[in-house]
Nanobody
Framework: QVHLVESGGGLVQAGGSLRLSCAAS????????MGWFRQAPGKGREFVSG????????YYGDSVKGRFTISRDNDKNTVYLQMNSLKPEDTAVYYC???????????????????WGQGTQVTVSS
């Protein structure tokens, strides 16, 4: 079991930046990858970004490429999401997720992560 806690959400104006953090605890030695998803009101969950835990290979959803950067600190068991050039359409609850089973990135993009955080609200005003 991996426990995840997100932080760093808030209210920002369009064009601004925010940095989300997700701290993992529990069976962190078994983490194979971590990711970020978001869900806006009335919409489905969307893959934002993910990163392999060992090699640090990043993956991004099309809507955030070039604006968001994912990184991780293995010593702190923490993954970060630096969000720049924020747009009102980035407004959503952002969820952190962890995978310990070595799932494919295709499946992970569809939500194939076993552990989820409670989410943090990001609101971008126009």
């Amino acid at each position: 079991q991996v426990h995840l806690v997100e932080s760093g959400g808030g209210l920002v104006q369009a064009g601004g930046s925010l940095r989300l953090s997700c701290a993992a605890s529990g069976r962190t030695f078994s983490i194979d990858a971590m990711g970020w998803f978001r869900q806006a009101p009335g919409k489905g969950r969307e893959f934002v970004s993910g990163i392999s835990w060992t090699g640090g290979v990043p993956y991004y959803g099309d809507s955030v490429k070039g604006r968001f950067t994912i990184s991780r600190d293995n010593d702190k068991n923490t993954v970060y999401l630096q969000m720049n050039s924020l747009k009102p359409e980035d407004t959503a609850v952002y969820y952190c997720a962890a995978d310990v089973y070595g799932t494919s990135w295709y499946a992970r993009r569809q939500g194939g992560f076993g552990s989820w955080g409670q989410g943090t609200q990001v609101t971008v005003s126009s």
